[in-house]
């Protein structure tokens, strides 16, 4: 089964919380400000997807791992 790997860079970003609103599940912020993954592999990528694709700053990059 197909899985992915989530990878963000926490220098790049901002702490806007785009990616905790629309993917609550797996991201929050964490206690310096900056958004954080929960689980960083997926066999899903659901909601994952919607919060690189709100991010700003892209710092989200999602990758397909077999």
Same mark, same amino acid.
């Given at each position: +089964? ?7 860079? !926490?220098?790049?970003?901002?702490? /806007?919380?785009? *990616?905790? &609103? +629309? /993917? ?20 899903? =990528?659901?909601?994952? !997807?919607?919060? !690189?694709? &709100? /991010?700003?700053?892209? *710092? =989200?990059?999602?990758?397909? =791992? !077999?």
């Amino acid at each position: +089964m197909v899985k992915y790997k989530i990878a963000h860079d !926490k220098d790049l970003c901002i702490g /806007c919380g785009a *990616c905790v &609103s +629309m /993917c609550p599940d797996n991201w929050e912020i964490d206690d310096e400000g900056k958004a954080k993954i929960i689980n960083d592999e997926v066999e899903n =990528i659901g909601c994952n !997807k919607d919060a !690189k694709d &709100s /991010c700003p700053v892209d *710092c =989200i990059k999602i990758k397909e =791992i !077999k």
